[in-house]
């Protein structure tokens, strides 16, 4: 027992997570991007049915009675979005409930950026930009490769992905080893996906190069816009690199009455499946229905992109203090 105080890192990981923040930070700042702060206690906090969150009584006269730890600083960044900040980033701690494993802990590093005036193709561009100049002289791509996530879903699955078809895709679960998908995702559209997703296509993402697959069904995307020429989809779009999934990017939905009905949509998706309750973020949907600029966002986890260029096979290796040592 004598050694649980220690690290479980390595320092050569300690010293390429320092290089690592270093060279973010000079990339944003060639590009004239602020680097902002927000606050991840707060007085509300994300209704995604897909995430669960962390809270806390504080006993402090005029806070409220529960506060919570945040999933991600969208919120809050958004607001200074709003109130003329102009492209901004920030490098913080995100904190998800029930997320422990190879890929998860449940206190993470986060770099967020949103960049007005970006439609969704001009991110992908910076955001494979940034990955390739982090990656230089660390990993070796060939390339990145751009795709749609019908598109793949389709030619690695044989299903459809916009349109649900509820015997199609039960047959493909017990065809492929995924019989349990039944029972868990019942005819939950965005659950069978991500199911499916995880499984069966991620694995096969990114070997030896940067993808970027596009256009999510509408159904898993709470926060981004839908695509101008199709409605069944959003514009949004992740980022992967050897089947390992490092970030999640939106064409920012800047619609307050459209921001307010999924939020209800989702909260009722949580009551329904017996998840902690939420509360709207209405200093979010004030900020919103002032005019949020056209801007496009991205999240990156950073402990996953150290695990991906160290060779890493587990989150706990990158992480000074997991929570296994917390």
């Not at 680097?35 to 006269?61: A, H, K, M, R, Y």
């Not at 980033?89 to 949103?114: D, M, V």
């Not at 459209?258 to 900020?287: I, P, V």
């Amino acid at each position: 027992m004598q050694s649980e105080w220690r690290p479980a890192c390595t320092h050569d990981l300690l010293h390429l997570r320092a290089t690592l923040l270093a060279e973010i930070r000079a990339f944003f700042a060639d590009k004239g991007v602020l680097e902002v702060e927000t606050p991840l206690l707060c007085s509300t906090i994300g209704t995604d049915p897909q995430l669960d969150f962390f809270t806390c009584q504080p006993q402090i006269p005029a806070l409220p009675e529960q506060l919570y730890l945040q999933t991600s600083p969208e919120f809050a960044m958004k607001r200074l979005l709003a109130a003329d900040s102009g492209s901004i980033y920030q490098i913080c701690k995100a904190f998800r409930k029930g997320e422990s494993g190879r890929y998860h802990n449940p206190e993470f590093t986060l770099l967020e950026w949103y960049r007005v005036g970006f439609r969704l193709p001009e991110l992908m561009a910076e955001a494979a930009e940034l990955i390739t100049t982090l990656c230089q002289g660390r990993l070796a791509l060939q390339t990145s490769q751009w795709v749609s996530y019908a598109d793949i879903f389709q030619q690695i699955t044989g299903l459809d992905a916009v349109n649900f078809s509820y015997p199609q895709y039960c047959g493909y679960a017990r065809d492929n080893g995924l019989p349990e998908a039944i029972g868990l995702c019942g005819y939950n559209h965005a659950l069978w996906l991500d199911m499916l997703f995880s499984h069966k296509v991620q694995p096969l993402l990114g070997r030896s190069e940067l993808c970027l697959v596009y256009g999510y069904p509408a159904c898993q995307s709470s926060l981004a816009r839908l695509n101008a020429d199709n409605p069944l989809i959003t514009d949004r779009f992740e980022l992967f690199i050897n089947g390992v999934e490092l970030g999640n990017g939106y064409y920012e939905l800047a619609n307050a009455s459209e921001q307010d009905r999924r939020f209800s949509n989702e909260l009722k998706l949580r009551q329904q499946s017996g998840l902690s309750a939420a509360t709207k973020d209405t200093r979010l949907l004030a900020a919103l229905a002032s005019g949020l600029p056209d801007c496009s966002g991205l999240a990156i986890g950073i402990d996953r992109l150290l695990m991906v260029l160290s060779g890493s096979n587990h989150i706990g290796q990158v992480i000074a203090f997991p929570i296994s040592k917390a």
